[in-house]
């Protein structure tokens, strides 16, 4: 039976959107290296990258990018990421780069700061550059800290992640005591509850 053009049309754009992600981040990360700015990937794309080295199958799609830097570093990225084609703004203080003048901020390269709160409430604060590490492709974030971060933000899809990080086996019960009281208590309720 032969699929409907409409059908046909919506699965390409559903391809070409995950497409679009993966050449943003590996455009930003090009341009950071290019520009010797010390960065590490962070968010759904560190995640992905980690679940991959498991099991390709169950890596998650995300809509952006999320790059982990120094904020002494804000300068050098603008200059390496601007000679890249991306746009820097800043919108309800979160700052990032838009992949062109015609660029979405929430398709685009999100700026969070190495050891710095992303909210004043944060029970810490976010990793050093120190913690990442290299993957075939780009900096990304050492998977502790990684889990540290989604820990501290653990919104639903922060949840989600660390649920598809177990799910592949990269962490385990054990891990729980590696995190101080209040961000172990919410890897504990995760394992607690595995199906959400």
């Known amino acids: 039976m032969a699929v409907p053009l ?3 049309a919506t699965w390409e754009r559903m391809v070409r959107a995950v497409e679009k992600v993966r050449e943003r981040c590996d455009r930003a990360t090009k341009a950071l290296d290019a520009g010797g700015v010390a960065y590490a990937v962070i968010g759904g794309n560190a995640v992905a990258n980690w679940v991959a080295t498991v099991d390709e199958g169950a890596v998650r799609n ?12 804000l300068e050098a ?12 703004d800043n919108a309800y203080g979160v700052d990032f780069f838009l992949d062109g003048p015609g660029g979405k901020p929430s398709e685009g390269v999100h700026l969070l700061y190495a050891a710095e709160k992303v909210k004043e409430t ?19 974030l050492a998977l502790e800290a990684l889990v540290r971060m989604k820990l501290v933000a653990y ?16 962490l ?13 208590a919410r890897l504990q309720a995760i394992f607690d509850t595995p199906g959400g």
């Open 6 to 8: 409409l059908e046909n």
């Open 62 to 73: 995300t809509r952006d990018v999320d790059i982990l830097i120094r904020r002494a570093d």
């Open 77 to 88: 990225a603008k200059a390496a990421m601007t000679a890249a084609g991306f746009v820097f």
């Open 122 to 140: 944060d029970p810490v604060p976010a990793p050093d550059i120190g913690e990442a590490e290299r993957a075939p492709a780009f900096r990304v």
């Open 155 to 170: 919104r639903d899809k922060d949840r989600t992640h660390i649920r598809d990080l177990i799910g592949v086996g990269l």
């Open 172 to 184: 385990d019960p054990t891990w729980v005591a590696r995190y101080p009281a209040e961000l172990a």
